[in-house]
């Protein structure tokens, strides 16, 4: 499944939430996230995230395609971090 992590983190948390999300997937811009990943690694990805962040302060937003081709990506301005040079 392809997947896209968007957080809203208080900054004292910012380092840690980075450090785990980019453990699973791709660092496309700030707070943003997105990868092909399996159910698995993303209940394993959830679970670490949950005990990082305090969810009466954090969001976190997951959306979730079952193939990447069903999803059209456009980027206006520079792209930070393209996903599509990946072997």
Same mark, same amino acid.
Do not use: H
């Given at each position: 499944?392809?997947v ?5 983190i ?23 996230? !997105? ?5 698995? $690694? #993303?209940? /394993?990805l959830?679970?670490?995230? *949950?005990?990082?962040?305090?969810? %009466? !302060? ?5 959306? $979730? #395609?079952? /193939?990447?081709?069903?999803?059209? *990506?456009?980027?206006?301005?520079? %792209? ?8």
């Amino acid at each position: 499944m392809y997947v896209i992590l968007v957080y809203d983190i208080n900054v004292k948390r910012v380092g840690r939430m980075l450090k785990i999300c980019r453990q699973y997937l791709n660092w496309v811009q700030n707070s943003v996230f !997105e990868g092909e990943t399996t159910p698995a $690694k #993303l209940k /394993e990805l959830k679970m670490r995230l *949950k005990k990082a962040m305090k969810t %009466e !302060e954090d969001s976190v937003l997951i959306y $979730k #395609l079952s /193939e990447q081709r069903l999803m059209e *990506k456009e980027v206006l301005g520079q %792209e930070r971090n393209p996903t599509d040079q990946f072997l």
